[in-house]
């Protein structure tokens, strides 16, 4: 049977994630109130998707389904899904399956981040043995009264082995004007109301060759989305946060990850333009250069 293929430049997602299994990149988006996953072996040509998650009416969320990451952890795949909570709060929840492509399932009814508070965009680092959430704590809270504006920051909670629990209280990694590159807030409205933001998107963790531990995240500033970096002055999660001065990547694209391609190139993974409805994955080679990364491609 012929497979119907679609190109990259075909397929609108925001917040991209891709896996590579066995020869074959899986990237996964989200659909309404469901995950898909479309394989590829070239990063261009594309199959038609299939449903990996569906929200369940008996769940703790009920709408607003984005940043689906998929990590392999202890022989198994883990889906981290932002959702919008029955209490309107948002958090992310933690889905299992034993394959890629296979039916993710709730490991608890209940988010995996904080509920007493909205987050977003959680992600799993892994630290020696001990797994870690990293999240966005963003607006409605974290509202400044005096400068009427809201102020992103990026969070962490040790998860017990088996994800299922919390093993500690979460703690600060940095607020999102603090960077350099993030300075100038974003300006937008929200149902029916003028919002000032310093956005704190997509925190995403990666361990470099010289044992830096590197930090990607996207603000907004100006209203143009961009690829943040930090390091870890002491290369743990725990350490203090050195915030570089130029963006990874500033051409109004963001929400990042990063993969190995089948070639052994480090990929640079997020979507562009932030501008509905034409958002895009974008898949940019790497390099590592004295503790930090730089983007290898030209002519982007």
């Not at 009814?109 to 870690?132: M, W």
């Not at 940095?174 to 974003?186: D, G, I, L, V």
Request: hydrophobic share 35%; aromatic share 12%.
């Amino acid at each position: 049977m012929e497979i119907f293929m679609i190109r990259t430049e075909e397929i609108r997602i925001r917040d991209p994630y891709v896996v590579v299994y066995q020869n074959t990149y899986y990237m996964y988006r989200a659909s309404g109130k469901s995950i898909l996953v479309h394989k590829s072996t070239d990063l261009k040509n594309w199959e038609e998707p299939v449903t990996v998650y569906t929200l369940s009416e008996n769940s703790w969320a009920y709408l607003d389904l984005w940043a689906p990451e998929v990590h392999a952890y202890k022989g198994k795949f883990y889906l981290f899904l932002s959702l919008l909570g029955k209490n309107e709060l948002r958090g992310t929840e933690i889905s299992v399956c034993d394959v890629p492509d296979g039916t993710f399932l709730p490991i608890s009814n209940k988010p995996a981040t904080p509920s007493d508070r909205s987050c977003i965009d959680g992600t799993l680092y892994v630290e020696g043995d001990t797994p870690y959430l990293v999240y966005s704590a963003d607006w409605p809270h974290n509202y400044d009264q005096e400068h009427d504006y809201y102020v992103g920051e990026i969070w962490a909670v040790q998860l017990r082995e088996d994800l299922k629990e919390q093993a500690d209280e979460p703690f600060l990694l940095f607020r999102s004007n603090e960077a350099p590159c993030s300075k100038t807030p974003a300006v937008h409205e929200y149902r029916g109301k003028t919002v000032t933001r310093f956005g704190s998107d997509a925190p995403y963790l990666i361990r470099l060759q010289d044992g830096t531990l590197y930090l990607t995240w996207s603000p907004i500033p100006d209203n143009n989305y961009i690829v943040a970096a930090a390091v870890s002055d002491n290369n743990s999660i725990k350490g203090n946060w050195i915030h570089l001065e130029k963006p990874l990547f500033d051409q109004n694209g963001g929400h990042g990850m990063f993969f190995y391609d089948l070639e052994g190139n480090r990929k640079l993974c997020l979507h562009c333009p932030e501008r509905p409805p034409y958002e895009r994955a974008l898949f940019l080679n790497t390099r590592e250069e004295k503790g930090m990364l730089v983007l290898a491609d030209e002519n982007i």
